[in-house]
């Protein structure tokens, strides 16, 4: 027997695409639809025939736990709502389940994140979120964030119900006041709780033992006992095996403790800085316990670690709404003497003065437009590259705290247009590199060389074989020391770049010759201290210049005139 739709209204119409001939979703009846009668419903039902809206019998439920030692085990909530679906008629088709995670935000909760979104898909096949109680929904602080993602749902259709709570599916006024309460309830119990495990980890570090994370170079974590028995060593990702021992830090391999001393002494008693101190590691080839790279933070941190001299220091990071932030030392747990100091308080000392002295301090808002006010008197067409020359912080300092460079010229007093030092460098760059132009043309001319100018491509045409451009390099400040910036773009196609590196009043301080082809082995930046990477390029003064033109004319000249006979061509 072939299948039949049947005719009738939208409404026996709408009800036999949703369940078709044996009960169950038909595609054939969906394709008959729009095809043959669709025309004939209604604009809702339209809609609620186009996206398919599954019956309000089907629901999703949420489950959340925050440790492995909760009484509210998924099991358990999974129970208490498959229970309640049943006695009212509801079939689950979701899960959403976020095990291990806190309540306080959604930070972290997958399965809250992909039900919010979910929600939102007008396709969603569900119109009911059954959750157990108000607490695995969330504990969060603010109550109103619990009432924000629970409206959020309702806003597209989905209604969220606690099986658990005794208001149940009541949106009355007393169901509102009951939540609200719980949702109270739920956020202070939260708080009640990190004030006693606070105390409890406080407790735990005074007497010695570690309360959690992975040790430092030199250091194992060892369990022991509540007498102080020591047990077994832990290694990476290991746990004690006994819920009631605790762990102890104790000294790790002789060959790890011999490395760290080296480098406390490396960085006590030498100009090293903590970049030779990775480098140094990284071209010994030493690795961490996890089996990658010494970097510049665990550098930085191992030199920093009190745990090394013995003291063990608990609570440096407190958390806030912006993310975690150092904690006043007020609030920071300091035990001395918790295990054997591993490097001497001398060295320690020594390290901690030199990374101080190398340490800058941090700038205020209020210091930052003090010395850029102060800077900008002395030169006001200063420039973000130039900040660090004239004792300003870098520009992206003013960035991060200003926004932009223009409003902290605007806060620092400049009230012409931020436009125009950068046009006032430039032109006051053109004017020079003319005036240099102008001067080798002439010096060449008294050599009797043909030189033609053309003062837009800055470029000078010589005997009408050699084509030299001209380029003039600024002292700027890009890196922590300022450094000539030597632009590579070219305004045209040359034989040789004369670039010039301009001294803080304009004047070329030092000449270099460069080949077209050896462009690209010129450095972009040159700093004073890698001059002598450039020496083969360089022209005492701008006489020499003329010489080798001369030189280049009469070579050109004989090239011409006598060509000499084929040979092979000589080695580099």
């Keep these: 027997m072939g299948f039949q739709m049947p005719l009738g209204g939208a409404s026996d119409l709408l009800q036999f695409v949703r369940q078709g001939s044996s009960g169950q979703p038909h595609r054939q009846a969906r394709n008959r639809l729009e095809h043959s009668n669709y025309l004939e419903l209604s ?30 085990s998924p099991d358990i909530q999974k129970a208490a709502i498959q229970e309640y679906a049943i006695n009212h008629g509801l079939q689950i088709v979701a899960t959403y389940e976020d095990q291990g995670k806190s309540g306080l935000d959604v930070r972290g909760r997958k399965g809250m994140q992909r039900l919010l979104a979910d929600v939102m898909d007008p396709a969603c096949p569900y119109r009911t979120v059954l959750v157990y109680d108000v607490s695995r929904w969330g504990r969060f602080q603010n109550t ?34 009951v939540k609200s309460l ?21 407790r735990v570090i005074a007497l010695g033992y570690s309360a959690g994370g992975r040790p430092a170079i030199g250091l194992l974590r060892q369990a022991v006992t509540r007498e102080g028995v020591p047990r077994s060593l832990l290694g990476v990702n290991e746990r004690k095996g006994i819920q009631s021992d605790r762990i102890r830090l104790v000294p790790g ?57 013995g003291t063990y220091v608990w609570g440096t990071l407190t958390r806030t709404d912006h993310g975690p932030r150092p904690a006043p030392p ?3 747990v300091r035990v001395p003497n918790a295990i054997e100091p591993l490097i001497d308080l001398e060295t320690w000392e020594r390290v901690q003065r030199k990374k101080s002295m190398r340490t800058r301090p941090r700038r205020g808002a209020g210091r930052l437009l003090a010395d850029l006010s102060d800077a900008l008197r002395r030169c006001p067409e200063l420039s973000a590259a130039d900040l660090v020359t004239h004792g300003c912080a870098p520009s992206q300092t003013y960035l991060k705290t200003f926004g932009s460079m223009e409003a902290a010229y605007a806060f620092a007093g400049r009230t012409t247009d931020p436009e125009a030092a950068g046009r006032l460098r430039t032109r006051r760059t053109k004017e020079l590199t003319v005036a240099l132009q102008d001067s080798i043309a002439q010096q060449l001319a008294a050599l009797g060389c043909a030189v033609e100018c053309d003062f837009q491509a800055f470029t000078l045409h010589i005997d009408d074989h050699v084509l030299l451009q001209l380029t003039l390099a600024w ?38 010759l ?47 005139s006598e060509p000499r006979p084929d040979r092979p061509a000589a080695s580099p």
């Design 475 to 512: 002292r700027r400040s890009f890196t922590k020391e300022p450094a000539w910036f030597v632009q590579r773009r070219r305004l045209t196609r040359s034989d040789y770049r004369l670039i010039g590196l301009a001294g803080d009043a304009g004047t070329p301080v030092g000449y270099y």
């Design 43 to 72: 604009a809702p039902a339209r809609y609620e025939a186009r996206m398919n809206i599954p019956p309000h019998s089907c629901a999703a439920q949420y489950i959340r736990m925050s440790t492995d030692q909760q009484d509210l």
């Design 144 to 177: 109103d964030a619990s009432a924000y993602y629970e409206y959020h749902c309702r806003l597209h259709g989905v209604s969220v119900v606690y099986v658990a709570e005794s208001f149940g599916t009541d949106s009355g006024p007393t169901g509102a006041l």
């Design 330 to 332: 007020e609030k920071q």
């Design 253 to 309: 391999p002789p060959e790890e403790i011999t490395l760290l001393r080296r480098i406390y002494d490396l960085y006590a008693n030498t100009p090293a800085t903590v970049n030779d101190l990775v480098r140094l590691l990284a071209a010994e080839g030493h690795r961490t316990r996890a089996g990658g790279p010494f970097t510049l933070r665990i550098v930085s941190s191992l030199l920093s670690c009190e745990l090394f001299v």
């Design 514 to 560: 460069v080949p077209e082809v050896a462009r690209y082995e010129f450095p972009m930046l040159l700093r004073p201290e890698s001059l002598h990477q450039v020496q083969r390029y360089r022209l005492a003064d701008l006489d020499h210049l003329g010489t080798y033109m001369l030189l280049r004319r009469a070579s050109h000249k004989r090239t011409i």
């Design 182 to 202: 719980k949702r109270a309830m739920a956020a202070e119990y939260s708080r009640e709780l990190a004030v006693k495990a606070r105390a409890g980890q406080e």
